[in-house]
Structure formats: C-alpha cells, structure tokens
Nanobody, 119 residues
Framework: QVQLVESGGGLVQAGGSLRLSCAASGRTSDSLYMGWFRQAPGKEREFVAAISWSDGTTYNADSVKGRFAISRDNTKNTVYLQMNSLKPEDTAVYYC????????????WGQGTQVTVSS
C-alpha cells in the first residue's frame, strides 16, 4: 500500500510557474516509479512525466517537454513537478501516481489537484 498526497495546485496567469508536490508514504522502495498525469474536462487522462526512484531516470510527454520538469527528494519521499511557461491548455486536474517497476500498471493515485491557467 502506497499513499500519495498532492499539493501546490492553484490559479496562475499564462507564462507563470507552479510547483506541484506529491508526498509518498507506505511501502515505498527503489523499485517504485512515480508519475504525474492530468485530465481536462471532456478529455482523457494523459501522461505528463515520470521518474524512477532508483536512478532518477525521467520520462516526459512531448506536450510539456522543455517546460515541465519532474524531480524527487528521496529524503522526503516526495516527487515534484516544476511547471514553467504555463499555457491555458495546461489547465487540468493533475494527479500523482505510483507503480512498481515489475508492473506496467499505475496502482496508486493521489486525490488530484486543480491547476488553472488564465489568459
């Protein structure tokens, strides 16, 4: 069992920045992968970024490459999503997720945090 608690969402103007945080607790280990997803009204949930606890390898969706950066602080069991140069199309509910390296299934999810980017 892994518990995820997100924070950092809010309202920001286009071109601004936000940093989302996701604190993990429970059965965490180096085999865990952490990720961020987002879902806008009327659209399917999409992958944003992911990171491996073990070696810090990152994966980024093309839609956010060069603007968003995922990172982790193992001492705090926390993963971050730094979002820069935000656009109105980035508006969505952002979810933190976790999965085991042995399974391509995101088994654990946070409650979601709303990010709204105004023009």
């Amino acid at each position: 069992q892994v518990q995820l608690v997100e924070s950092g969402g809010g309202l920001v103007q286009a071109g601004g920045s936000l940093r989302l945080s996701c604190a993990a607790s429970g059965r965490t280990s180096d085999s865990l992968y952490m990720g961020w997803f987002r879902q806008a009204p009327g659209k399917e949930r999409e992958f944003v970024a992911a990171i491996s606890w073990s070696d810090g390898t990152t994966y980024n969706a093309d839609s956010v490459k060069g603007r968003f950066a995922i990172s982790r602080d193992n001492t705090k069991n926390t993963v971050y999503l730094q979002m820069n140069s935000l656009k109105p199309e980035d508006t969505a509910v952002y979810y933190c997720a976790a999965r085991w390296g042995s399974r391509p299934i995101w088994d654990y999810w946070g409650q979601g945090t709303q990010v709204t980017v105004s023009s």
